[in-house]
T-cell receptor, first 115, second 114 residues
Framework: AQSVTQLDSQVPVFEEAPVELRCNYSSSVSVYLFWYVQYPNQGLQLLLKYLSGSTLVKGINGFEAEFNKSQTSFHLRKPSVHISDTAEYFCAVSKTQGGSEKLVFGKGTKLTVNP | NAGVTQTPKFQVLKTGQSMTLQCAQDMNHNSMYWYRQDPGMGLRLIYYSASEGTTDKGEVPNGYNVSRLNKREFSLRLESAAPSQTSVYFC?????????????FGSGTRLTVV
């Protein structure tokens, strides 16, 4: 069964510092992986996705993630964060059941960027 | 603006009351989903509809029912609300191959059951 584990529930960093949000997945088949961001009191929006091809995926707002099959990881990185990046970040994996695709989400990582 | 619209945005219910959460999308998407979000639990799938006329249970369906009224609308009903159903509810939609295109989420309904 496909699932994801986000290794940190909270990550505090200072502005302009680099950040890495960690995500490990478990799946016995090929996977599609995603990162979503949720700003306070809003819905989720797609940051980036890995479907196939290059293992380094670039997304919006300067974020990128690297798919590592041997380590079953899909960590999210940004070289220099801004106050506005404060949000909750969710890793997700696609799951096919009954012929339809669904997303299974991790429990989330709250990123707090401090001045 | 195109997207997923959820109503209401906030609701307080007494234990045992019923209510329906409404969701509509104007992107001509085939698939629609209802998730609940609880602190430290991430998003958990309640029900989904792969296409108009079909619905299926997700991870946490107990206490809920859904209706795919047409291609645009997918409602979630609580027949007898319980405090354990206090949560933020999100509706989402996607093309049939949702993994390729990603989901579009609504802004959520914050439900409190007292």
């Amino acid at each position: 069964a496909q699932s994801v584990t986000q290794l940190d529930s909270q990550v505090p960093v200072f502005e302009e510092a680099p950040v890495e949000l960690r995500c490990n997945y478990s799946s016995s088949v090929s996977v599609y992986l995603f990162w979503y961001v949720q700003y306070p009191n809003q819905g989720l929006q797609l940051l980036l996705k890995y479907l196939s091809g290059s293992t380094l995926v670039k997304g919006i707002n300067g974020f990128e993630a690297e798919f590592n099959k041997s380590q079953t990881s899909f960590h999210l990185r940004k070289p220099s964060v801004h106050i506005s990046d404060t949000a909750e970040y969710f890793c997700a994996v696609s799951k096919t059941q009954g012929g339809s695709e669904k997303l299974v989400f991790g429990k989330g990582t709250k990123l707090t960027v401090n001045p | 603006n195109a997207g997923v619209t959820q109503t209401p945005k906030f609701q307080v219910l007494k234990t045992g009351q019923s209510m329906t959460l409404q969701c509509a999308q104007d992107m001509n998407h085939n698939s629609m989903y209802w998730y609940r979000q609880d602190p430290g639990m991430g998003l958990r799938l309640i029900y989904y509809s792969a296409s108009e006329g079909t619905t299926d249970k997700g991870e946490v369906p107990n206490g809920y029912n859904v209706s795919r009224l047409n291609k645009r609308e997918f409602s979630l009903r609580l027949e007898s609300a319980a405090p354990s159903q206090t949560s933020v509810y999100f509706c989402a939609s996607s093309e049939s191959q949702g993994a390729l295109y990603g989901y579009t989420f609504g802004s959520g309904t914050r439900l409190t059951v007292v």
